[in-house]
Structure formats: structure tokens, C-alpha cells
């Protein structure tokens, strides 16, 4: 009869092999288990995700995003039916262009790895964009949304352009043709001028930063009344440091009027919404900032004439008003009557400066008394016979602290000699010696006080000898 147990678990109808006799020698142990810990079947799953997907593209919706105190995104990427655990370290993070948020769908690029101490896998991202819109676009676009919120882009914090500004300030690459253009148009239209120019990069990864140094450079030079910030034209990628938030609030802290001339005519940045006033190229900031001459000349002109006009028109109904009032009956003899009181004003006003003279002339005659009485009691010298006195007691407590430790040296060598007359310690130094008992505790001073074989310690000069007694007489 078939045994259960050699039968397989399975009912498939497959035919089991025959088993090879039992003497037959290639005969081969079933293979010996491999038992793993739970974070060796960890390591090795991570291990073999990261090989087969090493890098891998992924379409799916955020939610959940959180940036943690270390710096990194956490996030969850998800579909209609399924979902994922991501994450985005923040060495990646800082070189996204826009700011992820929930509900954004995008295309993240990654690799598939494990978290270990909770045996998730999940996709380790190393770049995300946007999915149906650009990544400078998308950024653009939250970048302007909120600082149009904070008011940043209100018309009414924009502040107008100086009539003639005596100093300009110009923050832009010295390498670019906006520099060249700018001083071109100035030199023509307003030669007198007065130029700060604060460098900048105005391309690149450190284009922000160095755009807003600048900014924050030349806002503290003091007396600009205006400047001017941008480059020439170029691609988005070219102008992005001109749509940074970092470089749009560096322009809001300004305290004078900014011009914002970034590009062509068709480049709109963020910087223009921030700036007081946008100019379409370089040049036309140049002209912007400063009327022509010939402008600027016919104004003045025109307003010096329309002045010469008033003021005449204004004489002429004032000198009629005064015929008017001058012919009236009530004033006869009024001419009179004023140049009396002309005459009675000046009377009054030498009085008064006579006044003056003797009121200045007693008082400086009470001056120059105080002065005579303050250089009787002259502080200076006072204080010379006060330092001579003083330098004069120094000197005699100085002799008699002398005397006095001479004194007290003199009594203390002689106290110290007849201490030393009488020290037991001069005497042992003369060759005596000082015997006790065993325990230190009596002064042996009679023979009989101790017995054949009995412990002495005899005390020295230098040191203390032990010994026993082997007679006494």
C-alpha cells in the first residue's frame, strides 16, 4: 500500500520520477537552509529593487507634502487606484524651479530603494516637473501669485522717477551690451551724470544671489536717487534671475525709485511687477530716468517765462490797487503821516541798538571782573602745591615703612636666635639623642625604667633608631 506522505501535496497528474536505489552512490542531500535575519532579507530586497530599478520615470499626483526640519521633502505619489511613498532629499530640492504642493500632478525621476527600519519601499526622487506645464512656468506663475498677495505689485507703493537725478545707480554685468548702451544713452542726453555701478552676474546658478547683493550694496551708497537694474535680452533660462523672489524683495527693499529694464521688449520677469517703473530695454531705461537736454532746457525756459508773466501780471494789479487806494480822500496826507513813522522807527531803532551796545558793554565788563577773580583761584596751581605735598609725604612714609621693617628684621633675628639657643633640635644636633619607650609616649630618663629586651626608639638629629635593650646599669 502507498504511503500518504509520498504522495505530492499538489493533484497534478504529472508522473513522479522513480527514486534511484538505496546503495546507489550519486545519491545527492537535499540542499542545507539558509535562514536570513529580518534585516538581511531587507538589505538584499533594497538590493535587488535598486539594480532593476536604478532610475526609473514616474507619473502620479502629490499629496502629503511635507518638508521636514532636516531639509527633505516627504511626499506621496499616487493614482487612481494605487500610491507610493517618495521622498526628495534637499540636495535635489533646492534646484526645483517651482515649489511642489498637493494636488500638483507631476513626472518625478528617482529610483526605487527600501526604508529599512520599516520594510517600505519607496522612490527615492532626484527631480520632479511639472506634468502638461513647464517647471519655470509653473514657477513663475505661484512666485507672482503670492507676491502680488502681499501687495508687492500695488500701484500704490510705486514711487515716481526723480525730475533730474544728480546720482544714478546701475546694477548689471559689466561683460553685457546693457552697460555699454546705458552710458551711451546717458552720456548723450545727460553728461553731467554722476554713475554708480554695482556689478553683477546676471546669468547662471549665482545670478540671484549676486543680483541681490548688488541691490542691497548700492541702496546703502548714499545720495543715489535712482537705479537702474537688468540686462540685455536672452532666453527664459537667460533671464530667470530676474523672476527669483530673492531678487524681487532685494528690489522692493530699495528706497529709491528702481528701474527694471530686463531684456526685450516682449520679456516680461517678475522684477518689472516689483520695480516702480519697467522699461523695455536698457536704453530705454537710460531715457527713462533722464529728459534730453533740449527737453529739459525748453522747460526750464517755458517756466521762466510763464514766472516773468505772473509776477509782471501780479505788479501791475497790485500798482492799480494802490492808485486806487492812494486817490481815495480818506488817505490824503498819508504820505506824510508814513514817513513820520518812518522817522519815529529809526529814532526807536537807535535807541535800541544803543541799548544793546551798553547792555553788551556792562556785561562784558562783568566777564572779564569774573575772570580776574576765577585766575586768583587758579586750579592748576592749586593742584601743582597739592601734588608736591603729596610727593613730599610719600617720600617720608616711604622712610619710616623702611625704619619700621628694619626694626622689626632686627628684633626678629634676635627672637630667632634664642629660639634656637633653646630648640631640642640644636641639641640633638650636637651630638645627643632623645630615648622613648616602644609607643613614643614617655621620655626615658632613669635606667630602671625599662628591662633587658624591652623596644626603645632613640630619636636623632636626622632620623630615629629602633633597638632593645640588652642590659641595663
Not at 505530492?8 to 534511484?20: A, Q
Not at 494636488?103 to 529599512?116: D, K, N
Request: with cysteine; net charge positive.
Amino acid at each position: 500500500m502507498t504511503d500518504l506522505f509520498d504522495l505530492p501535496f499538489e493533484e497534478d497528474e504529472e508522473p513522479v520520477e522513480p527514486r534511484p536505489p538505496a546503495g546507489a552512490r550519486d545519491v545527492q542531500s537535499p540542499p542545507a537552509r539558509r535562514i536570513f535575519t529580518v534585516t538581511e532579507l531587507t538589505v538584499r530586497v533594497r538590493d535587488l529593487l535598486e539594480q532593476e530599478f536604478f532610475e526609473v520615470w514616474v507619473e502620479g499626483e502629490l499629496s502629503n507634502c511635507r518638508v521636514w526640519n532636516t531639509g527633505h521633502l516627504y511626499f506621496t505619489l499616487k493614482d487612481g487606484s494605487s500610491q507610493i511613498r517618495s521622498i526628495i532629499f534637499r540636495s535635489a530640492l533646492k534646484y526645483l524651479r517651482f515649489t511642489p504642493t498637493d494636488g500638483l500632478r507631476v513626472i518625478a525621476r528617482g529610483r526605487v530603494s527600501v526604508y529599512e527600519p520599516k520594510g517600505e519601499y519607496q522612490l527615492v526622487c532626484e527631480h520632479l516637473e511639472p506634468h502638461g506645464l513647464g517647471a519655470l512656468q509653473l514657477a513663475f506663475d505661484q512666485l507672482k501669485k503670492r507676491l502680488q498677495a502681499e501687495g508687492l505689485f500695488d500701484a500704490e507703493r510705486k514711487r515716481p522717477l526723480p525730475a533730474l537725478p544728480r546720482k544714478i545707480g546701475i546694477v548689471t554685468s559689466l561683460d553685457g551690451a546693457a552697460i555699454r548702451d546705458i552710458i551711451k544713452v546717458l552720456r548723450r542726453r545727460y553728461a553731467n551724470a554722476h554713475l554708480v555701478i554695482c556689478p553683477a552676474h546676471v546669468q547662471g546658478q549665482d545670478a540671484a544671489p549676486d543680483v541681490a547683493r548688488a541691490l542691497r550694496q548700492i541702496a546703502r551708497v548714499p545720495g543715489v536717487d535712482v537705479v537702474i537694474v537688468g540686462r540685455g535680452g536672452g532666453s527664459i533660462e537667460d533671464l530667470w534671475a530676474f523672476n527669483e523672489e530673492m531678487v524681487a524683495r532685494a528690489i522692493a527693499r530699495v528706497p529709491v525709485p528702481v528701474i527694471s529694464a530686463v531684456g526685450h521688449e516682449t520679456d516680461v520677469t517678475i522684477a518689472d511687477f516689483v520695480a516702480d517703473v519697467r522699461a523695455p530695454t536698457p536704453s530705454a531705461a537710460a531715457e527713462l530716468v533722464v529728459a534730453g537736454k533740449d527737453q529739459f532746457s525748453s522747460r526750464i525756459n517755458m517756466l521762466r517765462d510763464r514766472l516773468r508773466a505772473a509776477e509782471h501780471a501780479r505788479v501791475q494789479r497790485l500798482s492799480r490797487r494802490v492808485h486806487i487806494v492812494d486817490s481815495r480822500p480818506a488817505f490824503a496826507g498819508f504820505r506824510g503821516r508814513l514817513a513820520m513813522r518812518g522817522r519815529h522807527a529809526a529814532d526807536l531803532s537807535h535807541a535800541l541798538a544803543f541799548q544793546v551796545r551798553a547792555t553788551t558793554a556792562a556785561r562784558l565788563r562783568r566777564l572779564q571782573a569774573i575772570e580776574r577773580r576765577l585766575g586768583a583761584f587758579d586750579a592748576g596751581r592749586r593742584l601743582a602745591r597739592m601734588k608736591t605735598r603729596l610727593v613730599e609725604s610719600d617720600g617720608r612714609l616711604t622712610g619710616a615703612v623702611r625704619r619700621r621693617q628694619h626694626r622689626a628684621a632686627a628684633l626678629l633675628g634676635n627672637v630667632a636666635g634664642r629660639l634656637e639657643t633653646l630648640s631640642p633640635l640644636a641639641v640633638l644636633g650636637r651630638g645627643y639623642a632623645v630615648a622613648w619607650n616602644a609607643d613614643k609616649t614617655h621620655v626615658l630618663r632613669d635606667a630602671t625604667s625599662v628591662a633587658p629586651g624591652d623596644t626603645v626608639r632613640v630619636t636623632l638629629s636626622r632620623g630615629e633608631i629602633e633597638a632593645k635593650v640588652s642590659k641595663t646599669e
